[in-house]
């Protein structure tokens, strides 16, 4: 009996650490149902409106139609709508300055209720409204799906916010986001030029893809810039609540600043800890640490001070943003996030990208796709998300990190 | 010195498991049976706490209080209903039916409670010890959590040993039909050993979530799995077993996180676990047969 206890209280074990695994990753999907169900009404009488539009424009051969696809229903229907804003924004902003080289745009957003299957149903239904270049997907398991199909086509693909690497391993396709990877380098980037610290300690989740690939390209890129390591420390999804040794062994070995590359639930407990053995070091996150300050009762004084990585801050004070977030709240009724900053850019980074070729909307999408893609590479745009924004042919981005710090518990951006 | 720190560490996380332990040792000692649910009674412990606590302002001590009468009745509740049923089954059957109940109550509390991460304020207010010029800093929490740990561990031997009940356990752990045939009433004893275990699992849960602050309906699962280990590694049914098996586990994991590797801590942990079971396979302190409960 004894033998068959321990088999079986092994396999409780590791099914309840898949199931630990399988609930990190829903972090990501928390929207507001009231707010969704009132866009969506709004988006769909727009879209009606848009697909008329779009008719007109494929038949007389006078205007780009640029396609997006996101989840506007369902989970994920915040990072949708929030892309499918921001692209809008940006088309009605060019739209009103005389177009892409005096040709107007249409944009024609679908839903694709963050689901592979459907995202390619609206891919298709795209291409029948006249599509010929495509702004998406909003997230990455529809893009991958998606990304497919345009390589067959040859259509011209942007994704403002997909960041897994799979998304782009098609030639046709680009970011506008970093890939969850070049974060690690992003952070190392940051924390060099804003010269934040020079001794470094990191914590990461070493069962978790995500934590450890930020990890090793933060190690790699640091060594390059001259920042030493003082500290590497790993935890795993089966201890993941003790954190003394890790802070005890950063703080021994003299660490300034302490990157923490996960998800936000563990990082308040490094904080909490941090706090309760006296050690007050910089501590940095990645975009999993965006979401700390709306867990429930968490005493936001322990994240006073804690730089995260992300592309976008609406308090910013450059005029880019100032007037895009007014253009948003005036229009939205709603403070942008970092996904209407994206697909913004998206809008912006096509528009570049076609001036510089000189296409002209009555081309077939297969002599778009090939001349956009082929003048990616050489192109150097600013955008909210970041200034001289560059591209190698892989499609990953490259740009100037930013990051936030929180302060007076609420995000704000670094002076 | 940094030596020191790390074995205060392994105290104060030890001192966690053992009081998990003590729960899961005693139900075995006694009822013969894994209760794998009891990680989840803590964590329902712990969100009776926070609620009382956060959303209704009770003060600490009552909402921590009501949170023990409620684990208690719950305890109670899942015995009738998920194990009682089972009295005379084969112990894989009950094994497996206590699995269903820690999906059950961690379903239950992703429905009630929501799915998304709380922060749980720390109730001990007591003031932590500063040691050797602020090198050493040993936290309120840990003092509590090993104090109480003591207490109870030894209101629990003098209850088996001494109280009328406690001897009635003691019966029905050695033989159940004996125990029946001499007027224990083993229904009511099983029972009450259940209400005392889940007692003890929402004041392990309390002094678990003061010392690691978050809670989500998982928060249960994993201490829960390296308690039980812990009682296996003290010998199962040992009440001292659990205390000396849970602190060494906690000593064990730190030391080996600092000084081997940080990834590696669990498989250390757990070589030793084989290690000592191949040595002596009823664990630490299981041979005294007598002591166990």
């Given at each position: 009996m004894r033998k068959c206890n321990k088999f079986i209280s092994a396999v409780v074990a590791s099914a309840m650490v898949l199931a630990m695994a399988g609930c990190?990753?829903?972090?990501?999907t928390a929207p507001s149902q009231a707010a969704q169900s009132s866009q969506q009404e709004a988006q769909s009488s727009q879209a009606a409106d848009n697909s008329g539009a779009a008719n007109d424009g494929a038949a007389t051969g006078g205007q780009f139609v640029i396609g997006g696809i996101g989840p506007?229903?369902?989970?994920?229907a915040l990072y949708g709508l929030a892309a499918m804003h921001g692209a809008e924004i940006a088309v009605k902003e060019i739209n009103a300055n005389g177009g892409i080289n005096g040709v107007q745009i249409v944009f024609l957003p679908e839903d694709d209720q963050h689901d592979a299957e459907k995202s390619v149903n609206a891919y298709n239904s795209l291409k029948d409204q006249g599509m010929q270049i495509l702004m998406g997907c909003v997230t990455t398991t529809p893009c991958v799906a998606v990304a497919d199909k345009t390589a067959v086509d040859g259509m011209f693909q942007i994704t403002p916010?997909?960041?897994?690497t799979d998304v782009i391993e098609n030639d046709n396709v680009f970011q506008v986001c970093f890939t969850d990877p070049n974060q690690g380098v992003a952070s190392a980037q940051y924390i060099a030029d804003k010269k934040l610290a020079t001794k470094i300690g990191i914590i990461y989740d070493s069962s978790d893809v995500y934590s450890s690939g930020i990890e090793a390209t933060f190690v790699k890129q640091a060594e390059t810039l001259g920042l030493e390591i003082v500290a590497d420390e790993a935890f795993t999804a089966d201890s993941k609540t003790d954190f003394s040794t890790q802070l005890q062994k950063c703080q021994s070995a003299g660490a300034e600043l302490v990157f923490l590359p996960f998800y936000y639930t563990e990082a308040s407990i490094v904080l909490t800890q941090a706090n309760g053995m006296g050690y007050a070091p910089i501590f940095f996150g990645v975009d999993?640490?965006?979401?700390?300050?709306?867990?429930?009762?968490?005493?936001t004084k322990l994240a006073e001070g804690v730089y995260l990585l992300t592309p976008?801050?609406?308090?910013?004070?450059d005029a880019a943003t100032v007037s895009f977030v007014k253009a948003y709240q005036d229009t939205y009724n709603e403070t942008p996030i970092q996904f209407a900053a994206d697909a913004y850019d998206a809008i912006y980074i096509i528009k570049a990208a076609i001036e510089q070729t000189g296409?002209?909307?009555?081309?077939?999408v297969e002599e778009i796709g090939n001349a956009l893609k082929g003048v990616m590479p050489t192109l150097s745009v600013d955008g909210l998300t970041g200034a001289g924004m560059t591209w190698d042919a892989s499609g990953a981005v490259s740009k100037a990190p930013m990051a936030v710090i929180i302060k007076d518990g609420a995000y704000a951006s670094v002076q | 010195m940094n030596f020191w720190v790390y074995l205060i560490n392994g105290i104060s996380l030890g001192s966690v498991y053992a009081i998990i332990a003590l729960g899961y040792t005693m139900v075995y000692g006694i009822a013969?049976?894994?209760?794998?649910a009891h990680g989840d009674v803590i964590m329902i412990g712990c969100y009776i706490v926070f609620l009382t606590m956060t959303?209704?302002?009770?003060h600490p001590v009552l909402s921590v209080l009501l949170s023990i009468l409620f684990c208690t009745l719950l305890g109670i509740t899942i015995e009738k209903i998920a194990y009682k049923p089972l009295r005379r089954a084969l112990p894989l059957a009950v094994l497996i039916t206590a699995i269903g109940v820690s999906y059950f109550l961690q379903n239950m509390a992703l429905l009630v409670f929501g799915a998304d991460t709380k922060s749980f304020s720390n109730v001990i207010t007591v003031p932590g010890i500063t040691l050797a010029d602020g090198a050493l800093k040993i936290s309120g929490t840990t003092i509590v959590t090993v104090v109480a740990c003591i207490i109870i561990m030894a209101l629990l031997l003098l209850f088996i040993n001494k109280t009328k009940a406690g001897q009635a356990m003691l019966a029905v752990s050695e033989d159940k039909d004996a125990a029946q045939l001499m007027g224990v009433n083993v229904n009511a004893t099983i029972s009450l050993t259940f209400a005392i275990g889940s007692g003890l699992a929402a004041i392990a849960g309390v002094l678990f979530c003061s010392a690691y602050p978050t809670l989500t309906p998982y928060t249960g699962s994993m201490p829960g799995i390296k308690a039980f280990t812990a009682a296996v590694f003290g010998g199962i049914g040992s009440i001292p077993g659990a205390f000396i098996g849970g602190i060494l586990l906690g000593i064990i994991e730190i030391l080996g996180r600092a000084y081997i590797s940080s990834q590696l801590s669990d498989a250390i942990v757990f070589a030793v676990l084989i290690v000592v079971l191949l040595v002596k396979p009823t664990g630490?302190?299981?041979?005294k047969m007598h002591e166990k409960v």
């Open positions: 990190g990753g829903s972090n990501e506007m229903t369902g989970g994920a916010s997909a960041s897994s999993g640490m965006d979401g700390i300050l709306g867990v429930e009762n968490f005493d976008f801050a609406a308090d910013a004070t296409v002209t909307p009555d081309q077939s | 013969k049976m894994l209760n794998f959303r209704y302002g009770l630490i302190l299981g041979k």
